[in-house]
């Protein structure tokens, strides 16, 4: 009986290298989605702007894959938090003493169902106006570039909307 106890240890020593032989994970890759700012927005002095993003956003990337499911992507990741990337976006294109914005960001997700696509929507809440702002931006192909690119261009577009709406006010 001792020796049989005694044993039970070697007995897993072949299955030892098969717990070790997996190769490591790729590392993650990070990609800034900003779109570049022109020369003429560059001197813009910060607006009254708060900009809040739904709870289950973060840095990975959030896909779309169904009208009712979501792959959260740990391999890829934004450089920021979306709230501080469409923050950034829009203090580009709003002007200093603009009525106070509060931009709740819905959705910030790369979109598989419809085609590879960036998709960002914004509630977006003034003084006297709420009102939903959706940019979808058709991506060149289903990889993670071409993703990022997708989603700049949706940025500088939300940005270009969000500016419009303020300035009709």
Known sequence: ???????????????????????????VR????????AAADLPRASADLRVTAAGHLGREFVIRTGPREIVFDDRHGWIDEPQHLVAAA??????AGAEP????????????QTGPR???RCVVQGSDRRQLVTI?????AADAPAFADAMARALARLSNEVALL???A
């Open 136 to 140: 979808a931006e058709p991506a060149s």
């Open 166 to 168: 303020v300035r009709g």
């Open 30 to 37: 990070w990609f800034d989605p900003s779109p570049p700012a």
């Open 101 to 112: 914005l509060a931009v709740l960001v819905e959705t910030f997700e790369l979109d598989l």
């Open 90 to 95: 829009l203090r580009q294109r709003i002007d």
């Open 118 to 120: 960036a998709v960002v």
């Open 1 to 27: 009986m001792k020796r049989r106890l005694r044993l039970l240890p070697l007995s897993w020593l072949p299955f030892a290298g098969c717990l070790s032989s997996a190769p490591p994970l790729p590392p």
